[in-house]
C-alpha cells in the first residue's frame, strides 16, 4: 500500500493482527467493492470523511438519548 488514507491504515490494522498480506490486500478489495456496490445502489457519491460522520451522529444520538431519560 502506497498512500496514506483508511484504507492504509486499515491494511496495517490487519498485518498488524498477523494476517498476511495477501489475505490483507484481499479483505480491502471486498470492502471497496462493498463501498462500490452500496454507492451504485444508492445512486450517491464517494463521502471520504463518512466514518467521521458516523461517529459524530453517534455522538450525537447518545447525547439526545441521555437527556430523555
Partial sequence: MRIEGELRDRYEALRAKGIEHRDAKLNLAR??????????????????????????????RKEFYESTL
Avoid: H, M, P, T
Avoid at 471497496?32 to 450525537?60: G, H, M, P, Q, T
Fill in 31 to 60: 470492502q471497496i467493492a462493498s463501498i462500490a456496490l452500496c454507492l451504485l445502489k444508492n445512486n450517491d457519491k464517494y463521502n471520504e470523511n463518512y466514518s467521521d460522520y458516523v461517529k459524530e451522529r453517534k455522538k450525537l
